[in-house]
Nanobody, 124 residues
C-alpha cells in the first residue's frame, strides 16, 4: 500500500501561482500511475492531470492545459502540480491519487489510493 499526503495549498489572487506536492510513503511511487483531481463545493470530483510511472507521458484536463504542469520525482517519492495563472474557477480541494493499473485515467474509480486533499482558493 501507499499513503499520500498533499501540501502546498493556500489562498492566492487571480493570475498567481502555487505548487502542490504529494508525498508518498509505504511503497515507491515508481510502481504507480499518479494523478491530481479536484473537487469544488457542490461539484463532482474532476480530473486535473496525470503522469505515467516514468514521467514520460502526461495528461491534462482541457481546463488546465497550458497553465498546470504535473511532474514526479520517484527518488523523492513525490508528485507535484505546478499551477500558474490561477483563476477563481480553480478553487477546489486538490487530491492526489495512485493507481497500479489504470484503464481510463480521467476516471476517479480507477485509482486505488488517495490523499486527504489540500485546499486551493483563488480570489478575484
Amino acid at each position: 500500500q501507499v499513503q499520500l499526503v498533499e501540501s502546498g495549498g493556500g489562498l492566492v489572487q487571480t493570475r498567481c501561482s502555487l505548487r502542490l506536492s504529494c508525498a508518498a510513503s509505504g511503497r515507491s511511487i515508481s510502481h504507480y500511475f499518479m494523478a491530481w483531481f479536484r473537487q469544488a463545493p457542490g461539484n463532482v470530483r474532476e480530473f486535473v492531470a496525470a503522469i505515467s510511472r516514468s514521467g514520460v507521458s502526461t495528461y491534462y484536463a482541457d481546463s488546465v492545459g497550458g497553465r498546470f504542469t504535473i511532474s514526479r520525482d520517484n527518488a523523492k517519492n513525490t508528485v507535484y502540480l505546478q499551477m500558474n495563472s490561477l483563476e477563481p474557477d480553480d478553487t477546489a480541494v486538490y487530491s492526489c491519487a495512485a493507481a497500479a493499473y489504470v484503464s481510463v485515467y480521467v476516471r476517479a474509480s480507477d485509482y486505488e489510493y488517495w490523499g486527504q486533499g489540500t485546499q486551493v482558493t483563488v480570489s478575484s
